[in-house]
């Protein structure tokens, strides 16, 4: 099955830089790449996905970059504001919706 | 509400007990899925609905873990003689299929905490 790594497990930055959280996946038929948040004791939601028909997907301060030939997308925040700190998760998968999600990275926006 | 509904949202169980755990997804999701969220982890799945299909329970950890979607919409998780390694976070997630690639966004209930003492 697909397996989902996630680098760093913790990440610190200075409100205002960026911060760069990458993943990396195993089985090459995966086709699509969702980033998720998860603030303390809330749910996981979803904040942008990227299908493997595109390398690059923006939205306004958050961007993915996905490179299938070396099997690895990265989650950019720039300019990183106190609310972005939370726990940032990335998941692969195919068909039907079946995700396999990586551990997460704690972000921790320091101002 | 819009979103999706888990109940409870805390339940505390003496090791031995069965627990059922409910989802009510979002009208009209095809899709329902269970995930096992332990601390600090991030979600491992469990199992998948398409309707009242269960078409995947390879995540299920135990036969002590059953899942259920009689009719298609509300799904039930149910963990009989509950052990101490079952507490977690479960979360129940629907969907729709993308038409595009056949995987589409998840939206996540809050999830029911466990805790097996």
């Known amino acids: 099955g697909e397996n989902v790594e996630q680098h760093p497990s913790t990440l610190s930055v200075q409100e205002g830089d960026s911060a760069v959280i990458k993943c990396t996946y195993s089985?090459?038929?995966?086709?699509?790449f969702p980033w998720y948040k998860q603030e303390l004791g809330k749910r996981p939601q979803l904040i942008i996905d990227i299908r493997s028909n595109v390398g690059e997907k923006k939205d306004q301060r958050i961007a993915v970059t996905l490179n299938k030939t070396a099997k690895h997308f990265s989650l950019h925040i720039t300019e990183t504001q106190p609310e972005d700190s939370a726990v940032y998760f990335c998941?692969?998968?195919?068909?039907?919706?079946?995700?396999?999600f990586g551990k997460g990275n704690q972000v921790v926006v320091i101002p | 509400g819009a979103g999706v509904s888990q109940s409870p949202r805390y339940k505390v169980a003496k090791r031995g007990q069965d627990v059922a755990l409910r989802c009510d997804p979002i009208s009209g999701h095809v899709s329902l899925f269970w995930y096992q969220q332990a601390l600090g982890q991030g979600p491992e799945f469990l199992t998948y609905f398409q309707n009242e299909a269960q078409l995947d329970k390879s995540g299920l950890p135990s036969d002590r873990f059953f899942a259920e979607r009689p009719e298609g919409s509300v799904s039930t998780l149910k963990i009989q003689r509950t052990q101490q390694e079952d507490s977690a976070v479960y979360l129940c997630?629907?969907?729709?299929?993308?038409?595009?690639?056949?995987?589409?966004?998840?939206?996540f209930g809050e999830g029911s905490r466990l805790t097996v003492l």
């Open positions: 089985d090459s038929a995966s086709n699509y």
């Open positions: 997630a629907s969907g729709l299929p993308s038409v595009e690639s056949g995987t589409g966004e998840l939206f």
């Open positions: 998941a692969a998968g195919y068909g039907n919706n079946r995700l396999a």
